[in-house]
């Protein structure tokens, strides 16, 4: 059984808008999903802002199950026009 266990941002990392932090280890990642990071590497990183590369997990081409990938994250703001912003 794998627990994942979620803890509330301290009151600074509240007022840190459009930031997050990957703290997974390694050995958790492997718990949750088997050998799927056994070629990947993983670090913790701290400050994830728009346009930086993150780790996700995606579905593979053709839906043959799931690959780990490096993505692009962004976040577009509520009072931005549409069809104007780049990421």
């Given at each position: 059984?794998?627990?994942?266990?979620?803890?509330?941002?301290?009151?600074a990392?509240?007022h840190?808008?459009?930031?997050?932090?990957?703290?997974?280890?390694?050995?958790?990642?492997?718990?949750?999903?088997?050998?799927l990071f056994?070629?990947?590497?993983?670090?913790?990183?701290?400050?994830?802002?728009?346009?930086?590369?993150?780790l996700?997990?995606?579905?593979?081409?053709?839906g043959?199950?799931?690959?780990?990938?490096?993505?692009?994250?962004?976040?577009?703001?509520s009072?931005?026009?549409?069809?104007?912003?780049?990421?």
């Amino acid at each position: 059984m794998v627990r994942v266990v979620f803890q509330s941002p301290t009151r600074a990392e509240v007022h840190r808008c459009g930031l997050f932090k990957l703290t997974a280890t390694p050995e958790a990642l492997n718990q949750l999903f088997p050998s799927l990071f056994d070629d990947f590497e993983v670090k913790p990183r701290y400050n994830i802002a728009p346009i930086q590369n993150v780790l996700a997990i995606r579905q593979k081409k053709g839906g043959d199950g799931l690959e780990p990938a490096w993505l692009r994250w962004g976040l577009v703001p509520s009072c931005a026009p549409l069809g104007e912003h780049r990421l």
